[in-house]
């Protein structure tokens, strides 16, 4: 249902929603991967990258450059943009700003404590975590040692407080629980966040729920995936996938029950958004279906900005933008590998 | 006659301003050795702007991308350097050391050594301050946990030995409670079971750190804490953070791995502090020997690192100058195209004609100086695209250009309104700005940022300022012409002043109490210049100004507005377009004037003969029954017939605007293209290979759609018809603004207190609104302004830009 968005939207969200759709323009198209894809040294797709919005931000860099370097500055300019946005924002656009960010928050924690579990140094650990979802006592996880203390001493402070409802057992922490943790954790952030685009109404609960369905149905088609052939019970897996989304309830029941990749095939294929994924794909065939979702997702990102007055085009920027860096890892792996025949294989364009 | 006419206006001296330097559009074949020293030179010249001949290519497919790239990877060192002279505190010079010319290969070793050496420096100052820090935190922690250790002792000890209180009571020595210590301290510990850790944290993170202690031991432990005397230095960002010192008393093994674990998480920097008050003053005295220890090191290693910083910063702005430099030259480079034989290099650019022998000396300086036995050629060929606009201003026409081309860069060789702007922009200002006092204000700001001009253009000011700095020039004739303005309407900040002799007029009795409402008696001749100052608050005071300024506003207004249309004449004269002279400047000349000329024209003779006839009157029937008797309005002999005439003019002159130029245009049109049917051939083959990216990428084809033509021509003549009614109307804004400012400024002047701030308002509405008549009512009669500007490779204007 449409409510008058037009008439008020632009008090409080016309001048960050101007600002986004400025973002958006300077993201890369695909003539600057074109041009990337040719770099023969990292050299090159920095001083590629110095006459986009990425210049301010690698001229600094001394010459032998690493691919983590790239990475980790084109990501803090992204931060740094994020940051911008949320001071700007006023309610209910922050909260929802700040939602974006929960699912780094999950993924940083679920680094980290996998990483203590494997006496990896914390310091180390907490480079590799995502700017955007730090978090004050984020160092304090190694100090938990199972599920009900990781939640009573550090992410009781953290948003992520009320998903942790369904995950509080005293077991110890092992790579499957983590797993496991990991998946609930998700299920009730998308949950939660859907639930509170649907209050937000109008235009931004129409285009979230399009947008946050098709992660949820992703996620529940990897974690089918995955946890074919591990321990993994059937009545655990159904509890794993989030309770709403194009394939809930039917489908659940049905991916619940996979087998092999070919079943969970024939279980999507009943969807037709999904029948045209599954279509490119050779029977049998699992390592296309990342980069068949990607682009999925990044064709449903890209119709979010076709309609104004909504809230999706922040959360569409920030997904578009990650993936953006993705792909900028990807190629810079690729020069810096010698491996550029491979370069194509999981560039996603934008536009 | 028309023959004469002509003669005499081909015969004036050329405006210099009027019209844009003429372009030519060159090409450049330089020798492979001598292109760099040549690009360099034209580049110290600055009149020649290079086209990218390598569009399509990526920055990185270029052929100089190795020079840039070293290029860019020197200005990140300079930079480097610059920011840590900053960080240091040293001061930069101002001015350029003496231009001794460095070779590039030589700069970058020395860059790179210098980065080297400071990179060094500064890893070995953060190793020293982080030991240095190390031992800073432990002496406070020393010093605050101590103090916790025997607080928290004393007072088991004072519950315990009530009886000796008595004896060492509130006497505070360290001493004394050392002694009780010395007695008691294994005892209380082991009997406790009690640990403790002290270390030293952010106390940012104090709070935080507090709370997750209190989570992970389950509230079993005892947390003191107290802020730590100085600042600790962070070794990486250098600023000072504020720390805590904090001690924890807790009981378990357990509880002590956790409390070590979150210790690290919050980056808490623990120290073991012996429980022995002799071991702990004898490690406080170890620790402030090696402190000082270290600060002598730290001092001296920070004076030589200053030192080399101090020599850097005296090259470090040549060093700058010289790498941008090198950078533009090669970026320019980098838009040449090689010819076939790959051993030239080809250019293609514009120039103004008047600089073509300086260039050419210049490129025969560049074949000399780099010993090229080949010579760079340089000749002239056609162009198809416009040439690009350039001006060659001085500092005080360089302002009004600038207001002219924030509206839109004139047209090549277009008629160029800055040239009348330079008077026309600070007198109408003036119109509406008349105060002598605020005159003299405005012109002792002028004058100030004229005196301090060769100071402030070095400096970097704020973007206010800026825009005050740049308009200097604008401001000073702004004044001047305030000033002339003010003596006219007698107004030195709103007060009338007897300059020029006694006033004309006298009151009627000695009271003076009926002139507001009868008015004054006339005894001598008129006030020599100017508004009489004893009209200021009688009678006559408000009719008398408005109608002065109403009409004056209108006089002005036409004026403007027909020069606009007179340049309109020239410009069509200039690019020889007889169609537009006739068919639009004439019937535009005719129609303004037998309106509104008209309109002047009795303003004029009201003024001169003091008829009392009434013009809003004449105008409204001049429309509604031209016909009718004009009886006591009529102000000469023979004014209906004229009216009727006048009339008729106006009503003619639209269709004639309007008709004849889209249809003589269709018809030259078909006659140029009669029984063409195929396009003209271009170049051939062997022209383009001959030629290489010459003139053959743009093909203009002229089509001509009638409709297109006609409607734009419709908008033009409804524009002008209806323009030239709001246009006039539009100029009583000098009117309404300069009574606004009269009135506005009495009753600042009344309350003296807001003298300051409705100043500052008035100058900016005046300023926009003078700013509006220039671009809109008078720029719109002749100027298209959708030219581009001349953008030359200049290391002059490379400085600007970057600074």
Known sequence: MYGFEALTFNIHGGYLEAIVRGHRATLLTASDYNNLCQCETLDDIKMHLSATEYGPYLQNEPSPLHTTTIVEKCTLKLVDEYKHMLCQATEPLSTFLEYITYGHMIDNVVLIVTGTLHERDVQELLEKCHPLGMFDSIASLAVAQNMSELYRLVLVDTPLAPYFSQCITSEDLDDMNIEIMRNTLYKAYLEDFYRFCQKLGGATAEIMSDLLSFEADRRAVNITINSIGTELTRDDRRKLYSNFGLLYPYGHEELAVCEDIDQVRGAMEKYPPYQSLFSKLSYGESQLLDKAFYEEEVKRLCLAFEQQFHYAVFFAYMRLREQEIRNLMWISECVAQNQKSRVHDSVIFIF | MQRRVEEFLDRLPEMDLMRSEKMTFVQLIFPFESAHRAVSYLGDFGLVQFRDLNEEKSPFQRTFVNQVKRCAEMSRKLRFLREQINKAGVMLPDTLAVQSDIDLEELETQLGEHEHELIEMNSNTERLQHTYNELLEFKMVLQKAGGFLFSGKEHSVLEERELEENVFSNNGYVETASLIDKEMRPATSEQSGLNFISGIVCKSKAIMFERMLFRATRGNM???????????????????????????????????????????????????????????????????????????????????????????????????????????????????????????????????????????EALHRATFDSNSLVGIIFHVMDSVDSPPTYFRTNKVTNAYQEIVDAYGVAQYQEANPAVYSVITFPFLFAVMFGDWGHGICLLLGALVLIAYESKLSNKKLGSFMELLFGGRYVLLFMSLFSIYCGLIYNEFFSVPFYIFGRSAYECRDSSCSDAASVGLVKVRDAYPFGVDPKWRGSRSELPFLNSLKMKMSILLGMTQMNLGIILSYFNARFFGSSLDIRYQFVPQMIFLNSLFGYLSLLIIVKWCTGAQADLYHVMIYMFLSPADDLRENELFWGQRPLQIVLLLLAIVAVPWMLFPKPFIQRKLHLERFQGRTYGILGTSEMDIESEPDSARRHHHHEEFNFSEVFVHQMIHSIEFVLGAVSNTASYLRLWALSLAHSELSTVFYEKVLLLAWGYDNFIISAFLHALRLHWVEFQNKFYHGDGYKFKPFSFALLMDEDE
């Open chain 2, 222 to 360: 005892l947390f003191n804490q107290a802020l730590a005397d100085e600042v600790v230095l962070d070794p990486v960002t250098a600023e000072e953070v504020e720390k805590i010192v904090f001690t924890v008393f807790f009981s378990g093994e357990q509880a002590k791995k956790k409390i070590l674990k979150i210790c690290e998480a919050f980056g808490a920097n623990c120290y073991s502090v012996p429980e022995d008050i002799v071991k702990q003053r004898q490690m406080t005295r170890e620790v402030l020997s090696r402190l000082s220890d270290f600060e002598a090191t730290l001092d001296a290693g920070l004076r030589h690192r200053n030192k080399v910083l101090s020599s850097i910063a005296l090259q470090l702005p040549k060093w700058t100058n010289k790498v941008r430099r090198e950078k533009a030259v090669y970026d320019t480079l980098n838009m040449l195209n090689f010819d076939v034989t790959k051993k030239c290099l080809v250019g293609e650019g514009w120039c103004p004609i008047f600089a073509k022998t300086k260039i050419q």
